[in-house]
């Protein structure tokens, strides 16, 4: 240890990794592991929306379902996503590479995206329904024209919460032998090397929140009506 | 040479009773030190997030960098987390409770920080006119009003390090991680299996302990419902 203390020292490690060009191309390389982690998490986030947005609107529209749609987000939150990935990995999933990273994505996904949907709709005043109603408008009209706007802010939310939750389900992928960027971090401790172990987790964390930033530059860009009374 | 066992342990099955008999001690040792790993980073976590809450409840303005401070500690994946703290704790018990903590914080912190703005005006000054001093208006008032908003959060918080704990693996401090991380490389299904399945029992048995806990400690919320 010099003057300098491990902490600065482990930092301009790691930074010199990040920098070192032979670290970015190649199969294993800093590129194609971020384009990895951005396909993976954008795809899974495209087909939980499809799977769990439909469904969630259906049910809170008939008013059905409710005790699943709000308690489902208590069990993902129960279940350790490591175990799911390495459980996955051992059935027939794990021999269709990412299978078990993109099941275990999806089924982490689903449940805040499930639950704030549900429940934004839930929440649309009654009154309006009933004036809208009264207006007479048929189901799928109230539904697309009063509740699903109404109830934006709320699914946004859990679209937010659900990209949060692929990013880091995607970084835990790379322990089960998915890739992505955890991989980098993972190879780092296989090599007993700190720097590339904290510059990994840098990369990480810099994604993590700008997907983070994306989503908060979105609603401060939306109208005044989609952000809710907040 | 004799023939090898044809048992579920041979066969590699996913349920395997033999698999409990035979390593009952391995799985004891995993689930305390998943327990101790867990108690640890929660108590600590409550032990920080209370006091943050309070100032952040006293003093406006640092509200808004306390809550932005968790919220992006919370945002970064449980795996970087545990990378970043790799400098200063090393591969130790110590580097897992120290991520725990910091993930615990932002839900502990937002829901005290609300159950305590939750606590009526009229009930403040109330205990103002009473003669009660800050302290004891924190003490006896406002955080007995801030229990159930803060064991909400306490709960979930839990629930959440149960099982992140597994992730620990990474650095061999993984509780029932460990075992699933050993039971993956070697394709061991019933220790995958078996080590998972305990991991959500003990989530699940935490979060009614705690729901019982609370139960006992806010009768008046009951009264109130009655």
New interface residues.
Partial sequence: MDQGG??VN??TAAWDWLTDPAHWPGADGIGHRLLQHLVLTVVCLAVSCLIALPVALVLGHLGKGGALAVNIS?VG????????L??L??TPVGRWGEGPTVVALVLFAVPPLLTNAYVGVREVDRNVVQAARGMGMTGPQLLFHVELPLSLPLVMNGVRIAA?QL??TA??A???GGGGL?RI??A??NLAS?PQ??A???L??VF??LV?GVFEIVERLAPAWARGGR | MTAPPDDCLARNEWLCGAYLDTRRHLLFDAVVQHLQLTVLSVLTGLAVALPLAVLARRWRWAAGPVLALTT?LY???????F??L???YGLSATLVVAGLVLYSLTLLVRNILAGLRAVPEETRQAALGLGYGPIRLLLTVELPLALPAAMAGLR?AT??A???V??G???GFGGL?NL??A??NT?F?AQ??T??VL??LI??AA?LLLLGVQRLITPWTRAARA
Avoid: H, Q
């Fill in positions: 491990p902490g482990t930092l208590n939150r129960a279940v350790p996503t490591f175990a799911v390495v459980l990995l051992l949060v990013v880091a970084t835990i790379a322990l089960a955890g971090i993972t780092g401790f700190t172990v904290v990994g987790a840098v990480v964390a993590a929140l983070e | 992006v945002t970064i994946p449980s795996l970087a987390m990378s970043l790799l400098p200063l979930i629930v959440s149960v099982s992140l597994t992730v693996a990474i650095v991680g699933i991380y039971g993956m394709y299904k995958v299996l080590a998972s991991c959500v989530a699940v979060d």
